[in-house]
Protein backbone atom coordinates (compact mmCIF):
# COMPACT_ATOMS: atom_id res chain seq x y z
CA UNK A 1 0.00 0.00 0.00
CA UNK A 2 1.32 3.29 -1.12
CA UNK A 3 2.48 5.93 1.84
CA UNK A 4 3.92 9.00 2.89
CA UNK A 5 7.57 9.30 3.37
CA UNK A 6 8.80 11.53 5.80
CA UNK A 7 13.12 12.79 6.11
CA UNK A 8 14.77 12.74 8.39
CA UNK A 9 13.35 10.51 10.95
CA UNK A 10 14.97 12.78 13.83
CA UNK A 11 16.85 16.16 13.73
CA UNK A 12 19.04 17.89 16.14
CA UNK A 13 19.17 21.20 15.57
CA UNK A 14 20.82 24.41 17.76
CA UNK A 15 18.69 27.61 18.42
CA UNK A 16 18.40 29.67 15.50
CA UNK A 17 19.59 27.46 12.77
CA UNK A 18 17.21 27.24 9.91
CA UNK A 19 16.16 23.02 9.22
CA UNK A 20 13.99 21.23 6.31
CA UNK A 21 11.67 18.80 7.21
CA UNK A 22 11.46 16.62 3.77
CA UNK A 23 8.19 14.30 3.00
CA UNK A 24 7.09 12.51 -0.01
CA UNK A 25 3.45 12.08 -0.40
CA UNK A 26 1.55 9.27 -2.02
CA UNK A 27 2.52 10.04 -5.89
CA UNK A 28 -1.61 10.51 -7.36
CA UNK A 29 -2.61 12.63 -4.14
CA UNK A 30 -3.10 15.91 -4.75
CA UNK A 31 -3.41 17.63 -0.98
CA UNK A 32 -0.55 18.27 1.57
CA UNK A 33 -0.99 18.71 5.37
CA UNK A 34 1.58 19.70 7.78
CA UNK A 35 0.73 18.89 11.43
CA UNK A 36 2.98 18.66 14.64
CA UNK A 37 2.62 17.59 17.73
CA UNK A 38 4.51 18.64 20.89
CA UNK A 39 5.13 16.21 23.11
CA UNK A 40 2.20 15.12 25.56
CA UNK A 41 -0.05 17.52 23.84
CA UNK A 42 -2.61 17.21 20.95
CA UNK A 43 -1.69 17.21 17.42
CA UNK A 44 -1.77 20.55 16.03
CA UNK A 45 -2.69 21.99 12.21
CA UNK A 46 -0.11 24.05 10.63
CA UNK A 47 -0.84 24.21 6.76
CA UNK A 48 -2.91 22.69 3.83
CA UNK A 49 -1.45 22.78 0.84
CA UNK A 50 -3.26 22.64 -2.82
CA UNK A 51 -2.68 23.57 -6.39
CA UNK A 52 0.83 24.79 -5.48
CA UNK A 53 -0.38 27.26 -3.01
CA UNK A 54 -1.67 27.38 0.53
CA UNK A 55 -4.78 26.92 1.05
CA UNK A 56 -5.15 27.20 5.29
CA UNK A 57 -2.78 27.95 7.99
CA UNK A 58 -2.94 28.24 11.52
CA UNK A 59 -1.76 30.92 14.31
CA UNK A 60 1.23 28.78 14.25
CA UNK A 61 2.61 28.96 10.90
CA UNK A 62 3.99 32.15 11.34
CA UNK A 63 6.80 34.15 8.96
CA UNK A 64 9.61 31.82 10.31
CA UNK A 65 7.58 28.63 8.39
CA UNK A 66 7.21 27.94 4.64
CA UNK A 67 6.51 25.17 2.81
CA UNK A 68 7.52 24.54 -1.07
CA UNK A 69 6.51 21.60 -3.33
CA UNK A 70 10.22 21.99 -5.53
CA UNK A 71 9.16 19.32 -7.78
CA UNK A 72 6.59 16.56 -8.86
CA UNK A 73 7.23 14.20 -5.61
CA UNK A 74 8.71 16.55 -2.48
CA UNK A 75 6.49 18.41 -0.13
CA UNK A 76 8.86 20.48 2.17
CA UNK A 77 8.81 22.25 5.42
CA UNK A 78 11.13 25.04 6.65
CA UNK A 79 11.39 26.54 9.78
CA UNK A 80 14.05 29.64 9.22
CA UNK A 81 15.09 30.24 12.82
CA UNK A 82 14.40 27.64 15.06
CA UNK A 83 13.14 28.19 18.30
CA UNK A 84 13.49 25.95 21.56
CA UNK A 85 9.48 25.58 21.33
CA UNK A 86 9.73 24.35 18.13
CA UNK A 87 10.95 21.01 19.32
CA UNK A 88 8.26 18.46 18.24
CA UNK A 89 6.94 15.64 16.10
CA UNK A 90 6.23 17.33 12.85
CA UNK A 91 4.07 15.20 10.63
CA UNK A 92 3.02 15.07 6.66
CA UNK A 93 -0.26 14.15 5.34
CA UNK A 94 -1.66 14.04 2.02
CA UNK A 95 -5.25 13.06 0.84
CA UNK A 96 -6.25 12.44 -2.81
CA UNK A 97 -9.47 14.70 -2.48
CA UNK A 98 -11.14 16.96 -0.55
CA UNK A 99 -12.58 15.02 2.92
CA UNK A 100 -10.86 11.91 2.24
CA UNK A 101 -9.03 10.32 4.66
CA UNK A 102 -5.50 11.98 5.49
CA UNK A 103 -2.56 9.69 5.20
CA UNK A 104 0.46 10.52 7.58
CA UNK A 105 3.94 9.92 7.88
CA UNK A 106 5.78 8.42 10.77
CA UNK A 107 6.70 11.79 11.87
CA UNK A 108 9.89 13.66 12.00
CA UNK A 109 11.30 14.41 15.36
CA UNK A 110 12.98 17.94 15.76
CA UNK A 111 14.78 18.48 18.52
CA UNK A 112 15.98 22.31 19.52
CA UNK A 113 18.72 22.73 21.66
CA UNK B 1 -13.77 27.68 18.61
CA UNK B 2 -14.28 23.94 18.08
CA UNK B 3 -13.17 21.38 21.29
CA UNK B 4 -12.91 17.53 20.80
CA UNK B 5 -12.11 15.61 23.79
CA UNK B 6 -11.26 12.35 24.23
CA UNK B 7 -12.85 10.13 27.19
CA UNK B 8 -11.48 7.84 29.03
CA UNK B 9 -7.65 9.24 28.75
CA UNK B 10 -6.21 5.78 29.49
CA UNK B 11 -7.76 2.21 29.77
CA UNK B 12 -6.59 -1.12 30.58
CA UNK B 13 -8.10 -4.30 29.38
CA UNK B 14 -7.53 -7.94 29.75
CA UNK B 15 -7.43 -9.37 26.28
CA UNK B 16 -10.80 -10.47 24.70
CA UNK B 17 -12.84 -7.41 26.14
CA UNK B 18 -15.50 -5.58 24.27
CA UNK B 19 -14.36 -1.55 24.12
CA UNK B 20 -16.58 1.65 23.86
CA UNK B 21 -14.03 4.73 23.28
CA UNK B 22 -15.40 8.27 23.25
CA UNK B 23 -15.19 11.55 21.64
CA UNK B 24 -17.50 14.36 21.84
CA UNK B 25 -16.60 17.84 20.42
CA UNK B 26 -18.42 21.16 20.70
CA UNK B 27 -19.75 22.64 17.49
CA UNK B 28 -21.80 20.05 15.28
CA UNK B 29 -21.19 21.51 11.85
CA UNK B 30 -18.27 19.17 10.54
CA UNK B 31 -17.79 17.68 7.55
CA UNK B 32 -16.82 14.51 8.72
CA UNK B 33 -14.81 12.18 11.96
CA UNK B 34 -12.31 10.58 11.27
CA UNK B 35 -10.07 8.02 14.00
CA UNK B 36 -6.71 7.18 13.94
CA UNK B 37 -4.49 5.22 15.76
CA UNK B 38 -1.18 6.02 16.89
CA UNK B 39 1.60 3.93 17.98
CA UNK B 40 4.38 5.32 19.84
CA UNK B 41 6.93 7.44 18.18
CA UNK B 42 4.89 6.55 14.65
CA UNK B 43 2.53 8.03 12.76
CA UNK B 44 -1.30 8.18 12.56
CA UNK B 45 -3.02 5.18 11.18
CA UNK B 46 -6.27 5.79 9.43
CA UNK B 47 -8.54 3.70 10.98
CA UNK B 48 -12.26 4.96 9.97
CA UNK B 49 -13.82 8.03 8.13
CA UNK B 50 -17.48 8.82 8.93
CA UNK B 51 -18.68 11.63 6.56
CA UNK B 52 -21.27 13.81 8.44
CA UNK B 53 -24.17 12.50 6.62
CA UNK B 54 -22.97 8.80 7.68
CA UNK B 55 -24.22 7.10 11.17
CA UNK B 56 -21.53 4.44 11.16
CA UNK B 57 -18.81 2.79 9.49
CA UNK B 58 -17.37 -0.91 10.05
CA UNK B 59 -14.24 -1.65 9.33
CA UNK B 60 -13.38 -5.43 10.52
CA UNK B 61 -13.58 -5.24 14.55
CA UNK B 62 -13.66 -1.66 14.84
CA UNK B 63 -16.98 0.08 14.54
CA UNK B 64 -17.62 4.29 14.99
CA UNK B 65 -20.72 5.84 15.29
CA UNK B 66 -21.49 9.83 14.68
CA UNK B 67 -24.01 11.52 16.23
CA UNK B 68 -23.59 15.44 14.54
CA UNK B 69 -26.77 16.89 17.09
CA UNK B 70 -25.65 15.77 20.26
CA UNK B 71 -21.61 16.31 19.29
CA UNK B 72 -20.50 12.45 19.90
CA UNK B 73 -18.55 9.87 18.18
CA UNK B 74 -17.91 6.51 19.62
CA UNK B 75 -15.73 4.06 18.25
CA UNK B 76 -16.28 0.34 19.35
CA UNK B 77 -13.64 -2.55 19.54
CA UNK B 78 -15.04 -6.05 19.53
CA UNK B 79 -12.89 -8.78 21.24
CA UNK B 80 -9.80 -6.93 21.64
CA UNK B 81 -5.93 -8.11 21.47
CA UNK B 82 -2.96 -7.09 22.45
CA UNK B 83 -2.36 -5.83 19.38
CA UNK B 84 -4.78 -3.54 19.87
CA UNK B 85 -2.45 -1.44 22.60
CA UNK B 86 -2.36 2.04 21.27
CA UNK B 87 -3.41 5.39 21.33
CA UNK B 88 -7.04 6.18 19.46
CA UNK B 89 -7.55 9.94 18.26
CA UNK B 90 -10.47 11.33 16.99
CA UNK B 91 -10.45 14.47 14.76
CA UNK B 92 -13.34 16.22 13.20
CA UNK B 93 -12.96 18.29 9.75
CA UNK B 94 -15.13 21.40 9.48
CA UNK B 95 -14.90 22.02 5.92
CA UNK B 96 -11.60 23.62 6.03
CA UNK B 97 -8.80 21.57 4.95
CA UNK B 98 -8.02 20.97 8.66
CA UNK B 99 -8.20 18.39 11.37
CA UNK B 100 -8.69 19.59 14.54
CA UNK B 101 -8.05 16.73 17.33
CA UNK B 102 -9.08 15.21 20.17
CA UNK B 103 -6.41 14.63 23.19
CA UNK B 104 -6.63 10.62 22.96
CA UNK B 105 -7.41 7.26 24.48
CA UNK B 106 -4.03 4.93 25.10
CA UNK B 107 -5.39 1.46 25.45
CA UNK B 108 -3.73 -1.10 26.83
CA UNK B 109 -4.87 -5.04 26.28
CA UNK B 110 -3.08 -7.27 28.38
CA UNK B 111 -2.79 -10.89 27.40
Known amino acids: EPEVTQTPSHQVTQMGQEVILRCVPISNHLYFYWYRQILGQKVEFLVS????????KSEIFDDQFSVERPDGSNFTLKIRSTKLEDSAMYFCASSGVRNSPLHFGNGTRLTVT | KQEVTQIPAALSVPEGENLVLNCSFTDSAIYNLQWFRQDPGKGLTSLLLIQSSQREQTSGRLNASLDKSSGRSTLYIAASQPGDSATYLC??????????FGTGTRLQVFP
Open chain 2, 91 to 100: AVIEGTDKLI
Open chain 1, 49 to 56: FYNNEISE
